[in-house]
């Protein structure tokens, strides 16, 4: 019983067959290769520790000498690049004394923090 049909017309000529056959061992030796070192990442991709979860709270500082606190943002505010992770007794410490340190009104932290009710 043949096999299905090919997607192209094969040649008659032994020798051409011979050559496609090489070509095609070739090809699946490369896919293999290739297969394998993907594995492989994958692999080592599932044995890596995974991320830590980012901080509750954030402080962002000001740039120059002193570096004062200048801002707080919840954890996962995109608006600050800069900074440090922080408790939360710690930023409702810094937006009850210090007054030139704002709440990011993006993500509005010290509603989080209840502190818009006193």
């Given at each position: 019983?043949?096999?299905?049909?090919?997607?192209?017309?094969?040649?008659?000529?032994?020798?051409?067959?011979?050559?496609?056959?090489?070509?095609?061992?070739?090809?699946?030796?490369?896919?293999?290769?290739?297969?394998?070192?993907?594995?492989?990442?994958?692999?080592?991709?599932?044995?890596?520790?995974?991320?830590?979860?980012?901080?509750?709270?954030?402080?962002?500082?000001?740039?120059?000498?002193?570096?004062?606190?200048?801002?707080?943002?919840?954890?996962?505010?995109s608006?600050?690049?800069?900074?440090?992770?922080?408790?939360?007794?710690?930023?409702?410490?810094?937006?009850?004394t210090?007054?030139?340190?704002?709440?990011?009104?993006?993500?509005?932290?010290?509603?989080?923090?209840?502190?818009?009710?006193?």
């Open positions: 019983m043949p096999g299905p049909e090919p997607l192209l017309p094969l040649p008659p000529a032994l020798d051409q067959l011979l050559v496609i056959r090489r070509w095609l061992e070739l090809s699946l030796a490369g896919v293999d290769v290739k297969i394998a070192a993907v594995r492989t990442e994958e692999a080592e991709k599932a044995q890596r520790l995974p991320l830590p979860p980012p901080p509750q709270w954030w402080v962002e500082y000001g740039i120059g000498v002193r570096r004062t606190p200048e801002r707080v943002h919840t954890g996962d505010c608006m600050t690049s800069r900074g440090r992770p922080a408790t939360a007794q710690s930023v409702r410490e810094i937006l009850l210090a007054p030139s340190v704002v709440a990011c009104p993006l993500c509005r932290p010290d509603s989080d923090l209840g502190l818009l009710d006193t």
